[in-house]
């Protein structure tokens, strides 16, 4: 008797894992949808109403999430109508985390509708991360990577509370992002170069790497010290670009008309191209340094930084009280990039 229950708990393990197995499948076609779908067109959207909403279907998903991980943490493992039931419910959770999402239309703004996006696509994949480690594992077991995988189930859930509930707010918190990654390279650059450092790979190497550190090519030349001046001029006008549209943006944006909404996107997506291209002449700067290009990246610093003024200058974040500093900020960028046309001409 005893050896007939043994063998019929693998029968039994592969009956739970099939309902989990298929679930796994259809929550990758949710999340593949998500990536491509297109907002619903509803007559009479509510925002308030639309927050309320997805907010109790995040905390719905936590709670079913915990449900599943403990179904399958312990012994007795639940039958295949508990099991069936559990990945229905999960699965209907899921399902409306996503349709909220898609009342979300565009009219409200693409930055803001991109964040709930990624938080709602980040739901569904801690949950199937979950699936595929409860599969994985032992089922009357909890592993450490349940454990793990079912905190990064609620993790992701809690995170509705830190998402902009505007495009006004949304695009002011990806350009705080965007600025501190500015900053980590213009401090990156200066603390290379501390105190006349020729070597700006002494860091890296050890004593012990003495034959590296011999090769010049490791090292700046006085030439290579004077281009990366008016470059570092350039980050310092990037990091103070950001500083002043997110200043402008902060204290004149509005969420009132579809226009102003536009042009807070329009905003977030030219600042988003900043620190890309700030990252490109960090790293073109590092010996051995190419000239050409570093003046080609420096000018596609220059690029972003201009464009960014402009589309600035012409939004309604822009009143006639901004206009010195934008001045200031041009003339700034056109200094620094001839210093660096000058500087890397011909080399």
């Known amino acids: 008797m005893e050896e ?29 949808q998500l990536r491509e779908g297109e907002s619903w067109k509803l007559e009479d959207f509510d925002l308030q109403f639309f927050w309320k909403t997805l907010g109790e279907c995040f905390k719905a998903v936590s709670q079913e999430a915990t449900k599943l991980s403990l179904a399958f943490s312990k012994p007795p493992l639940p039958s295949v109508q508990d099991c069936q039931k559990i990945t229905a419910d999960i699965q209907k959770s899921i399902l409306n985390v996503a349709n909220v999402y898609y009342w979300l239309p565009k009219s409200q703004g693409l930055t803001l509708r991109r964040l709930v996006r990624d938080a709602t696509k980040d739901v569904v ?12 594992t032992p089922l009357q077991s909890l592993s450490q990577d349940q454990l793990t995988s079912t905190g990064g189930v609620w993790e992701a859930c809690d995170r ?62 006085e030439e290579d010290k004077q281009v990366i001046a008016p470059c570092l001029g350039l980050l310092k006008a990037a990091k103070a670009c950001l500083k002043k549209v997110s200043e402008a943006v902060k204290n ?21 191209e900043i620190s890309p291209s700030v990252d490109e002449l960090v790293l073109s700067l590092y010996p051995p340094m190419n000239y050409n290009t570093v003046q080609m990246n420096a000018a ?48």
């Open 252 to 272: 004149h944006g509005k969420v009132d008309t579809l226009q102003n909404i536009t042009q807070l996107d329009d905003l977030g997506d030219v600042t988003n």
């Open 125 to 136: 994949e801690g949950v199937i991360q979950l699936l595929n480690v409860i599969l994985s």
């Open 300 to 347: 596609k610093v220059a690029s972003v930084l201009k464009k960014s003024l402009e589309i600035t200058k012409s939004s309604h974040v822009c009143l006639e009280s901004e206009s010195n500093w934008l001045q200031f900020l041009s003339g700034a960028i056109d200094h620094n990039m001839d210093k660096v046309k000058d500087l890397t001409h011909g080399s």
């Open 4 to 32: 007939q229950q043994v063998a019929e708990v693998p029968h039994c393990a592969d009956d739970l894992r099939l309902p989990l197995r298929n679930l796994v499948q259809g929550l990758r076609e949710v999340a593949s």
């Open 160 to 221: 509705f509370s830190k998402i902009p509930k505007d495009n006004h707010a949304a695009v002011l918190s990806l350009m705080s992002t965007y600025s501190a990654i500015v900053e980590d390279a213009l401090e990156e650059m200066k603390q290379a170069q501390h105190a006349d450092n020729a070597d700006p790979f002494s860091n890296i190497f050890d004593d012990d790497d003495s034959c590296l550190r011999e090769n010049r090519d490791t090292y700046w030349s």
